[in-house]
């Protein structure tokens, strides 16, 4: 590592992808906390959230702000919470100069209601998606999936969470108080320039995209939490255009895993790190002793990348400190985490309609780079595939389909580890290894209209790493992306 000396509170480094906070960061900011989006029912008996997609400044360093972009806000946006069963409605007003969209990352829905690369939001225009919530209680989010766009749409600052219940979770005597013992966390990387104004540029020889060295969470920089009970759930998403974090305590204590991407596992994992590529979410529930302090930080990833040295999204020496966290002197202990959390991933595995193989390499997926107007294959609704999937790069990628939450059923013919046997929309693909990955299309058909399948490193993603399927009903045939969608 090259220090080239102290500026401030912080260090400067000559590499950009390796970088070394801990023990730097002077957590001087009480994390800020996504408010809860407001809602109202109309008459249909739908909840209406309205969105009002802004650009803004924020202050994030001394001397001067930066400029952001922010959902009700300058910079991310609210949580949207809701529960199994509901219907709910969006007024997606976009206030911007250029055109982008929201997509609900995680979510079962009609494919036109998605927010991809098919339905831009115009400068000034309203977009009006509405669907009815039909998955169990999980951590999901939104940001832009404008095709091109992406990273830099997400980079300067729209994302939210989309938080969703079931009566299961509710039954639950899990911590759940919004904000004081179930506390969001959106993480993200960020690089300031002289001006403070967020730094996009991408290293010439980097593989992954931009990497920033400094780390902000709900959009606060150097951030600590007043804990005041004995256990807290945290809601971690790794909502970075491309760093990896591998998370830990600074004493290296457990915690329990009790989520991943598509809801609740079947029960607690306890463990000391939990790994998010970018998209991926964890829940993980930490107990605390009163007056503590301790940290939360990533440490260097646990996976060999061969002698594809560059290409690290995490080096060898990556850690950073992420949140303090500092316990009153009095807890209070209502909460608990069950034996059993939820039901396990169940597809029936023995009658499967098609296996599909999925090679990632460079910025494309089976040779091909995304195509707007292609439509890659059509799957059956009802039906039930496993997908194969394999990053042949060397370098890092990771894979997330829309629409579905798939069932992992094995990676290079090992069971999964603990924390990839729940539901999950998005998998880091370690290189050479095969993920193989079940998951059934149900409810929503159109010939015209297809959902996405990408690495989600988002300059990867912009760059074409991304494919498109349809769900078919029965006797149908893939169609045509209509003419005006496809050419935004
Ligand atoms: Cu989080 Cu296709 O996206
Ligand atoms: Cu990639």
């Not at 799957?379 to 579905?404: A, P, Q």
């Not at 409810?443 to 349809?470: A, R, S």
Request: proline content about 6%; some cysteine; glycine content about 10%.
């Amino acid at each position: 590592m090259f220090l080239l000396g102290s500026v401030g509170a912080g260090l400067i480094y000559f590499s950009q992808a390796r970088i070394d906070t801990v023990g730097a960061v002077e957590f001087g900011t009480e994390l800020g906390i996504p408010p809860l989006a407001e809602s109202e029912q109309d008459a249909s008996g739908a909840r209406v959230f309205n969105l009002d997609i802004e650009s803004g400044e924020t202050l994030f360093l001394d001397g001067g702000p930066t400029e952001t972009w922010g959902v009700n806000g300058a910079y991310l946006g609210p949580t949207i919470r809701a529960a199994k069963g509901e219907k709910v409605r969006f007024r997606v007003d976009n206030g911007l100069d250029e055109p982008t969209s929201l997509h609900w990352h995680g979510m079962h829905l009609p494919p036109d209601m998605d927010g991809g690369p098919h339905q831009p939001v115009g400068p000034g225009e309203t977009w009006t998606p509405n669907w009815t919530i039909d998955q169990p209680a999980a951590t999901l989010w939104y940001h832009p999936h404008l095709h091109g766009n992406t990273a830099d749409h997400l980079y300067r600052g729209l994302a939210g969470m989309f938080i969703l219940d079931d009566d299961n979770v509710d039954q639950l005597k899990l911590p759940a108080e919004y904000g004081v013992d179930d506390i969001p966390m959106i993480v993200q990387d960020r690089k300031f320039d002289d001006n403070n104004q967020f730094d996009q540029s991408i290293p010439f020889m980097s593989t992954s995209g931009t990497l920033g060295d400094e780390i902000i969470v709900n959009g606060s920089r150097g951030p600590y939490h007043e804990v005041t009970t004995r256990l807290v759930r945290l809601r971690l998403l790794n909502a970075s255009n491309a760093r990896m974090y591998n998370f830990g305590l600074s004493d290296d204590r457990e915690f329990q895993l009790i989520g991943t991407d598509g809801g609740l596992l079947p029960e607690a994992w306890a463990t000391d790190r939990v790994q998010l590529s970018p998209g991926e979410r964890a829940e993980i529930v930490v107990a605390f002793e009163p007056g503590e302090t301790v940290e939360l930080r990533s440490y260097e990833a646990e996976f060999e990348l061969g002698d594809m040295a560059p290409a690290r999204l995490n080096g060898d020496e990556d850690r950073f400190d992420i949140i303090q966290f500092r316990a009153a002197d009095t807890l209070t202990d209502e909460t608990e985490i069950p034996a059993v959390l939820a039901s396990a991933p169940d597809l029936d595995t023995h009658d499967i309609a098609e296996v599909r193989t999925f090679e990632l390499e460079g910025r494309n997926i089976n040779g091909e780079r995304m195509a707007m107007d292609r439509i890659d294959f059509g799957v059956r609704e009802g039906d039930t595939e496993v997908w194969e999937v394999t990053n042949v790069n060397g370098y890092i990628h990771n894979f997330h389909v829309h629409d579905v939450q798939f069932q992992i059923l094995d990676v290079d013919g090992a069971e999964p580890p603990p924390d990839l046997r729940g539901w999950k929309d998005t998998v880091l693909l370690i290189p050479d290894l095969r993920y193989r990955l079940a998951m059934r299309f149900d409810g929503y058909t159109n010939p015209d209209m297809p959902y996405m399948y990408h690495c989600h490193l988002l300059t990867h993603e912009d760059q074409g790493m991304m494919g498109q399927f349809v769900v078919l009903g029965e006797g149908e045939e893939i169609g045509r992306v209509p003419q005006q969608a496809a050419t935004h």
